[in-house]
């Protein structure tokens, strides 16, 4: 099956400083790569969709110019927490779409980040 | 846009028994229901899902049924095990992949 592989697992940062999160589609073509939120004992929630070659759509409420997103290849889209604070410690997903596969609509997961934030 | 509850939020039974958690949708446009399996710290784990011009669909012990009329669908595990205890969750999405998840149901398997 697809392999959605992220990176860092987990990060522990200073207060301030700025966090990217890989993600990376190891066997197929995700144009569209899917970032979530998941807090502890919650569900998981959209922040942006992905889009290779374009700007990504943020959900109501993400701040975009705090959760930076790119997605400049076909494999690979990055989330950066810029100047993070102690509430956005939070597990961090990521999941892609197989461009080229059969089975519309089902999602592949990364392993998720864990950011806690000092 | 989507909403997508579930219910319960929480599920405790017997080993042995079985398990059945309920989810609505409120967008007629969502075409695909997954389900997802996920354990404390780790990714969701795809576990069934159905597609809406399916009613129902059996995996061993775990099935899903919808009712695209009454925009809901269930899951259903019999014969649960200890190692079901997880949190569930159901998720409504679109044919662009975009999708809205239920708030989860922490299922626990008694031995």
């Known amino acids: 099956g697809a392999v959605v592989s992220q990176h860092p697992s987990w990060v522990i940062c200073k207060s301030g400083t700025s966090v990217k999160i890989e993600c990376r589609s190891l066997d197929f073509q995700a144009t569209t790569m899917f970032w979530y939120r998941q807090f502890p004992k919650q569900s998981l929630m959209l922040m942006a969709t992905?889009?290779?070659?374009?700007?990504?759509?943020?959900e109501q409420g993400v701040e975009k110019d705090k959760f930076l997103i790119n997605h400049a290849s076909l494999t690979l889209s990055t989330l950066t927490v810029t100047s993070a604070h102690p509430e956005d410690s939070s597990f961090y997903i990521c999941?892609?779409?197989?461009?080229?596969?059969?089975?519309?609509?089902?999602?592949?997961f990364g392993e998720g980040s864990r950011l806690t934030v000092l | 846009g989507e909403n997508v509850e579930q219910h319960p939020s929480t599920l405790s039974v017997q080993e042995g028994d079985s398990a059945v958690i309920k989810c609505t949708y409120s967008?007629?446009?969502?075409?695909?229901f997954p389900w997802y399996k996920q354990e404390l710290g780790k990714r969701p784990q795809l576990i069934i899902d159905i597609r809406s011009n399916v009613g129902e669909k059996k995996d061993q012990r775990i099935a899903v049924t919808l009712n695209k009329t009454a925009k809901h669908f269930s899951l259903h595990i019999t014969e649960t095990q200890p190692e079901d205890s997880a949190v569930y969750f159901c998720?409504?999405?679109?044919?662009?992949?975009?999708?809205?998840f239920g708030d989860g149901t922490t299922l626990t398997v008694k031995p």
């Open positions: 999941s892609a779409r197989d461009r080229g596969g059969r089975r519309t609509g089902e999602l592949f």
């Open positions: 998720a409504a999405s679109t044919q662009a992949g975009k999708s809205t």
């Open positions: 992905s889009n290779e070659g374009s700007k990504a759509t943020y």
């Open positions: 967008d007629s446009a969502s075409n695909y």
